[in-house]
């Protein structure tokens, strides 16, 4: 064999490796990517769940946001305070959602799952009438898609 022939061997094998590298980290990143995706699930299933223990585990609290509806300018300032905490967790928990579907890293159906589920709690008056207060704290984004729902549900209450 001669030094070209081993030259050219030597070539095709250093190409042969790198391909067989690329290959094992396109499948490593593939892991990783379902491991992350798995983790923000279960991060969002259990922050979602946290909002719920506050109202089912605590009287208190679902009292509040019950006559937040019934009637908001009348709540007390601690009342208030209270409410506001947990609008901002439903608020904050939805844009964290809204932002992993924007960069991908939740798909279609468990946006739509989320968004659902989000929206349905956002929809009380007292929810709406927290956003306006606290819209400012969101980015802007999510305050312009919590605004065109808001927009939109409006329209269709006043075709009823």
Do not use: C
């Not at 491991?35 to 719920?52: E, N």
């Not at 439903?90 to 809204?98: D, P």
């Amino acid at each position: 064999m001669t030094l070209d022939q081993l030259g050219n061997l030597g070539e095709f094998i250093s190409g042969l490796a790198v391909v067989v590298t690329l290959v094992y980290l396109a499948i490593q990143i593939r892991h990783n990517t379902r491991a992350v995706r798995s983790s923000m699930h279960h991060a969002m299933i259990d922050s979602t769940l946290r909002i719920a223990e506050s109202l089912s585990d605590n009287a208190d609290v679902a009292r509040i946001v019950l006559r937040a509806d019934e009637d908001y300018d009348n709540l007390t300032q601690e009342e208030l305070i209270r409410f506001e905490a947990y609008g901002e967790r439903v608020f904050s928990n939805f844009e964290s959602v809204f932002y992993s579907y924007r960069n991908s890293m939740i798909e279609e159906d468990l946006w739509e799952s989320w968004e659902s589920s989000y929206l349905a709690d956002i929809k009380r008056k007292s929810m709406r009438r927290y956003w306006q207060d606290e819209r400012p704290q969101h980015l802007y984004d999510f305050t312009q898609f919590i605004d065109q729902f808001y927009r939109a549900q409006a329209s269709r209450n006043a075709e009823k």
